[in-house]
């Protein structure tokens, strides 16, 4: 409940500055963390309380513009395109959007599939999608398990003209803003997502 009122304070804030959006994700079960694995992250029970969470978030903030940024973690219960979507579907609020991290959906069936989870992202999506973030994938080799690694974008496997592209298309102009990236890292991303941004015909401000 405590959470629960902060994201409304947050979305008052968002309101009076005219900031379309207040992401978050739906978390975890784990009492010590808010995005690692549990047993119950994926139960009926659970589900329920993040859409019941979301409805009561959106009646407390009822009459303003500002949204809630739902952001997915393959660790939670909001992990791929179609759980976003039962989601807005489920609370039927248009003020319940998408925070978009295509990097946080991956997993050993996506990673050589970047385009295929970018275009399903962008259809089921669509203009719900308020803003998004740019890092990228990378699987550590030579190992026995996967280890899957969030790095600068170009370091990894995203499809980044296919990511750019579809932005570009959007009604309004989206925020595409670099998360999780180590500082030396930042500027290299940068210039990689620019570099494609030129190659493909998107105009970057």
């Known amino acids: 409940k405590d959470e629960l009122a902060v994201l409304a304070k947050c979305i008052e804030a968002a309101e009076k500055i005219g900031c379309p959006m207040v992401g978050t994700c739906t978390g975890s079960c784990d009492p010590n963390s808010y995005i690692n694995v549990h047993p119950e992250n994926w139960s009926e029970k659970t589900w329920k309380l993040t859409v019941d969470g979301v409805k009561q978030v959106l009646r407390d903030t009822a009459g303003m513009k500002a949204a809630i940024g739902i952001e997915a973690q393959i660790t ?10 039962r989601l807005m579907d489920d609370v039927g609020d248009p003020r319940c959007a998408v925070n978009l991290d295509p990097v946080n959906m991956m997993a050993l069936d996506t990673y050589y599939h ?14 719900q999608i308020l803003g998004a973030h740019a890092k990228d994938s990378y699987i550590v080799p030579d190992e026995q398990t996967v280890i899957l690694r969030e790095v600068a974008a170009g370091r990894g496997v995203m499809d980044y003209e296919t990511y750019l592209v579809r932005l570009s298309r959007m009604k309004w102009p989206r925020t595409l803003l670099p998360e999780h990236v180590p500082a030396d ?21």
Not at 76 to 85: A, Q
Not at 114 to 127: A, I, N, Y
Not at 187 to 204: C, P
Request: charged letters at 30%; aromatic letters at 4%.
């Open 76 to 85: 939670t219960n909001i992990g791929r395109p179609k759980d976003h979507k």
């Open 185 to 205: 890292q930042l500027i290299e991303g940068a210039a990689y997502i620019r570099k494609v941004a030129a190659k493909v015909g998107v105009k970057i401000v």
């Open 114 to 127: 970047s385009t295929e989870l970018l275009t399903e992202c962008f259809d089921l999506l669509g203009e």
